[in-house]
C-alpha cells in the first residue's frame, strides 16, 4: 500500500485508512504491545540463542575441565564459585534459562493471538 502507488499512480487506492492510522499515531503515539511482550519478543528473536550457547559453553567446561567429570557431585563440586555452592548456582542458572524461555513462549504466543485476531497468515518460520 506504499510503494505500489507511488510506482503506479493509476491504481486505485487502497480501502484501508493506514495513512490516516499511521498518522494518528505519530501525532499521538501509543504502544500497541506491553513492555513484558516486547522484551520477550527481543529475547525470544536475539538474546535466547546467545544465552542458551553461554549455558552449552558452561555446562561443557565443568564436563570437561581440568579432567573429565566422573560423578555428578564432582561437577556440582566444580561449579562452586567462591562460597555459594554448585547446587544454588545450577539452581540460579536453571530459574534464569526457565524465565527467559517462558518469556519467549509467551511473547510468540501473543504474536500468534494477534495475527489471528487481525485475520493474517501465520508465519512460516517461529522467530
Not at 26 to 52: D, K, N, Q
Not at 67 to 76: G, M, N
Not at 92 to 100: K, P, V
Request: charged share 15%; proline share 6%.
Amino acid at each position: 500500500d506504499f510503494y505500489a502507488p507511488m510506482l503506479n499512480p493509476a491504481q486505485t487506492r487502497s480501502r484501508h485508512c493506514w495513512r490516516q492510522m499511521m498518522a494518528q499515531d505519530y501525532m499521538h503515539p501509543v504502544f500497541h504491545i506491553s513492555y513484558l511482550h516486547a522484551l520477550g519478543r527481543r529475547t525470544r528473536r536475539s538474546y535466547l540463542w546467545i544465552m542458551l550457547i553461554q549455558l552449552i559453553a558452561f555446562l561443557g567446561k565443568i564436563a570437561v575441565h581440568p579432567t573429565p567429570v566422573s560423578s555428578f557431585d564432582e561437577a556440582l563440586h566444580r561449579a562452586d564459585v567462591g562460597g555459594i555452592p554448585g547446587e544454588a548456582i545450577f539452581a540460579g542458572g536453571a530459574l534464569y534459562m526457565t524465565s527467559f524461555c517462558a518469556l519467549a513462549i509467551y511473547s510468540a504466543l501473543e504474536d500468534r493471538r494477534s495475527l489471528r485476531k487481525h485475520n493474517l497468515a501465520l508465519p512460516d518460520a517461529v522467530y
